[in-house]
């Protein structure tokens, strides 16, 4: 079996960044770049699969510039096969990266294809779903539990009231929420021996165009100052006087 | 300009009078069962939206399953989590854990949109019910569901919400101590990512930019030090409250009446004393 893992180079999402004085982009100055926190739990999963059945091959995929091979190289050292770069500076948006993955999964046949339900540098909560949809497979979004038995994939997933489970055929789509698992340490010889395994690289397949742009990024506007209160007696009081009681 | 208004569960059609009242033009809405797994619901919906520029649901996890698949079998543009609306091609939306706003443009027809109704007001009505086509059986089959809850007002459109973090050690106590000032205040149940990942809380009551976005008259937050994450999910409420013993949590600089106190304490007296 074979299991695709796109994944996305991200500003560190435990920096703390802001928008430039004018507006038109991000200062990110030294913060560092990581690869985005759920698509790390999509490639523990899939490393995980694969410990329990070493038949099972993963490939890791980016989309991006020549820095993403740092990210795609931290997912060889978790476990993957291999990596493959689609490289371009090109604007993206979620359907330019569903259209370029759409193109990666009819080249590389895996069964299933396994990415974080959203990035958290744009948090779009798009391009599974959108990729499911273009290669006509079915999906099963903010996953906590997947089994995969022959053919098929039975997969526990979050909803807004509680979890249900889907089961679907492969070849199916699943992308993942925090609760599926955690994701390991790398020790030094993974890192190592991740610079040896098979990083290819090959430009974008298609020339799709992205339908959504950003146009400014600010800063929201702060909320305004509150104060302590001394005792359990002040704060009912307070809250009264606000009306919210 | 013509939009369609999808409703996932009971009460989302009040919100959508200020969205479309903000988009403007004309609206008509339809509804998506329960139950219909996101593969069967989106391409129902394809055939229901011929013909729309908009089509736009309230935020929700379900939401964002169905209406991104459906982005992608109409080739459309998407805007998740739409806070403001500058003209119908231009929407602010929040990134990076709510840290930032982002301008974005549609350059793309028909636009697809997910909204959080606490940004818009304003008066509109459906100009008509669109019946949603007979959707394909699921390619997805649903096969257990376990749906919690009980009697407490939905978490997302509660006007009042009592919220504990990790100090509050276990099920028992978290449901004691959060559960009952939550009942005397008639509110919802919320949790910090925090609690949900020691179990203390199920999963559903996560309140933050990877849970539930809220946007409450009251927001009372119990043991919670104030991650940028979960304030990403609480910073529209109207008035928040903290209860902490650590004098410099984070928390402490959002909310708009502190009390350094022992929540174990403080929860039960303000319960008593309302």
Same mark, same amino acid.
């Given at each position: 079996?074979?299991?695709?893992?796109p994944i996305?180079r991200?500003?560190?999402?435990?920096?703390r960044?802001k928008?430039?004085?004018? *507006?038109?982009?991000l200062?990110?100055?030294?913060v560092?770049?990581d690869?985005?926190?759920?698509?790390?739990?999509?490639v523990?999963?899939?490393?995980?699969m694969k410990?329990?059945d070493?038949s099972?091959?993963?490939?890791?995929v980016?989309i *991006?510039g020549?820095e993403?091979?740092?990210q795609l190289?931290k997912?060889?050292?978790?476990g993957?096969d291999?990596a493959?770069?689609v490289?371009?500076?090109?604007?993206m948006d979620?359907?330019?990266?569903a259209t370029?993955?759409?193109a990666?999964?009819r080249q590389?046949n895996p069964d299933?294809?396994?990415?974080?339900?959203?990035a958290t540098?744009?948090?779009?909560?798009?391009a599974g779903q959108?990729l499911?949809a273009?290669?006509?497979?079915?999906q099963?979004?903010?996953a906590?539990?997947?089994e995969? *038995?022959?053919?098929?994939?039975?997969?526990?997933?979050?909803t807004d009231t509680?979890?249900?489970t889907?089961?679907?055929n492969?070849?199916?789509?699943?992308?993942?929420?925090l609760?599926?698992?955690e994701p390991?340490?790398?020790?030094?010889?993974?890192i190592?021996?991740?610079?040896t395994k098979p990083l290819?690289?090959?430009p974008r397949?298609t020339?799709a165009?992205?339908k959504?742009?950003?146009?400014?990024l600010?800063?929201p506007?702060?909320?305004?100052?509150?104060r302590?209160?001394g005792s359990?007696?002040?704060l009912?009081a307070?809250l009264?006087?606000r009306?919210?009681l | 300009?013509?939009?369609?208004?999808?409703?996932?569960?009971?009460g989302e059609?009040?919100?959508a009078?200020?969205?479309?009242?903000?988009?403007?033009g004309d609206?008509?809405?339809t509804?998506?069962?329960?139950?219909?797994?996101?593969d069967a619901?989106?391409?129902?919906?394809?055939?229901?939206?011929e013909?729309f520029?908009?089509?736009?649901?309230?935020?929700?996890?379900r939401?964002?399953?169905v209406?991104a698949?459906?982005a992608?079998?109409l080739d459309? $543009?998407m805007v998740t989590?739409?806070v403001?609306?500058?003209?119908?091609t231009?929407f602010?939306r929040p990134?990076?854990a709510g840290?930032v706003?982002?301008t974005?443009?549609?350059?793309a027809?028909?636009?697809?949109?997910?909204?959080?109704p606490?940004?818009?007001?304003?008066?509109s009505?459906?100009?008509?019910?669109?019946s949603l086509?007979?959707p394909p059986?699921?390619?997805a089959?649903r096969?257990a569901?376990?749906v919690?809850?009980g009697s407490?007002?939905?978490?997302?459109?509660?006007k009042r919400?009592v919220s504990?973090?990790?100090?509050?050690?276990?099920?028992?106590?978290f449901e004691?101590v959060?559960?009952?000032?939550a009942?005397?205040?008639?509110g919802a149940v919320?949790?910090?990512?925090a609690?949900?990942d020691?179990g203390i809380a199920p999963?559903e009551l996560?309140?933050?930019q990877?849970?539930?976005?809220v946007a409450p008259?009251?927001y009372?937050? $119990?043991?919670?030090?104030?991650?940028?994450?979960?304030?990403?999910?609480?910073k529209d409420?109207k008035c928040?409250?903290?209860?902490n013993?650590?004098?410099d949590?984070?928390?402490?600089e959002f909310?708009?009446?502190?009390?350094?106190a022992?929540?174990?304490?403080?929860v039960p007296?303000l319960?008593?004393?309302?």
């Open positions: 079996m074979n299991v695709l893992v996305k991200v500003v560190d999402p435990y920096a960044v928008p430039l004085p004018d *507006g038109s982009g200062d990110v100055g030294s560092k770049f690869v985005n926190p759920f698509d790390e739990i999509a523990e999963e899939a490393v995980r410990e329990a070493p099972i091959h993963v490939t890791v980016s *991006g020549a993403c091979e740092e190289r997912a060889l050292a978790y993957a291999e493959v770069l490289e371009t500076n090109d604007p979620s359907t330019v990266v370029e993955l759409e990666v999964v590389l299933l294809v396994l990415m974080g339900k959203q540098d744009d948090d779009c909560n798009q959108m499911a273009k290669l006509g497979w079915p099963a979004t903010f906590c539990k997947i995969v *038995g022959s053919g098929t994939a039975r997969v526990v997933r979050e509680g979890e249900e889907l089961e679907m492969l070849p199916c789509l699943v992308t993942t929420d609760r599926l698992n390991r340490y790398i020790p030094l010889p993974g190592v021996r991740a610079r290819s690289k090959q397949a020339s165009q992205p959504t742009r950003v146009t400014r600010d800063s506007p702060p909320r305004p100052a509150g302590k209160v359990v007696d002040e009912v307070a009264r006087e009306g919210v | 300009m013509k939009s369609l208004f999808v409703a996932f569960a009971p059609a009040e919100h009078a200020g969205f479309f009242a903000t988009l403007g609206w008509a809405a509804e998506v069962p329960p139950g219909l797994v996101a619901a989106a391409a129902a919906l394809r055939s229901a939206s013909g520029t908009h089509i736009a649901a309230v935020s929700s996890m939401s964002k399953d209406l698949r459906l992608g079998l459309a $543009a989590d739409a403001s609306i500058n003209s119908p231009s602010v990134i990076i840290t706003l982002a974005v443009e549609t350059m027809q028909p636009v697809v949109v997910t909204f959080r606490s940004g818009f007001s304003g008066d009505a459906p100009g008509q019910m669109v086509p007979t059986e699921g390619q089959k096969t569901e376990n919690r809850g407490r007002p939905d978490l997302s459109q509660a919400i504990g973090g990790r100090p509050l050690k276990d099920a028992e106590t004691r959060i559960g009952s000032l009942d005397r205040l008639g919320g949790a910090t990512r609690a949900v020691s999963n996560q309140v933050g990877t849970g539930k976005i008259d009251l009372v937050a $119990a043991g919670i030090s104030g991650s940028t994450q979960h304030m990403a999910g609480i409420s928040i409250v903290a209860i013993t650590d004098p949590a984070p928390i402490f909310a708009d009446f502190g009390l350094v022992d929540l174990f304490q403080a007296e319960a008593s004393k309302l």
